[in-house]
């Protein structure tokens, strides 16, 4: 049975891949991208997007023991975006748990 971390991190993996589904087939795509690329906030928002993305490779990067499957879970993250990483954190969950949950005492600030 998945744990309740994996059950939460897939709950909004599949309403963004629902919205983007929907959004494709219900929005202008060419508009959206023309508002986004020539409008401030839009711009603001794909560089707040493409930093969330090299975040999330930084953690993938660091976390990944091998370089091809680091690779094979960095690159196509700026394109698939955060449906991508999303299945990354769930399939990594239990070894990202493992590595960040405090060891004792002694780990204590």
């Known amino acids: 049975m998945p744990s309740l971390p994996r059950l939460l991190l ?3 993996t599949l309403v963004l891949t629902a919205l983007i589904i929907w959004a494709v087939r219900a929005g202008d795509f060419g508009g959206a991208g023309d508002w986004l690329t020539g409008e401030p906030w839009g711009i603001v928002t794909l560089g ?3 930093f969330g ?3 999330s490779a930084l953690v993938i990067a660091a976390t ?3 370089w091809l499957p680091a690779l094979f879970w960095i690159l196509p993250i700026f394109v698939l975006g955060n449906v991508w990483t999303g299945l990354w954190f769930i399939l990594r969950w239990p070894e990202l748990w493992r590595r960040l949950a405090p060891k ?3 780990d204590a600030p």
């Open 10 to 12: 897939l709950t909004p």
């Open 48 to 50: 707040d997007l493409y």
């Open 53 to 55: 993305f090299a975040l």
């Open 104 to 106: 004792g005492p002694a």
């Open 64 to 66: 990944e023991r091998r």
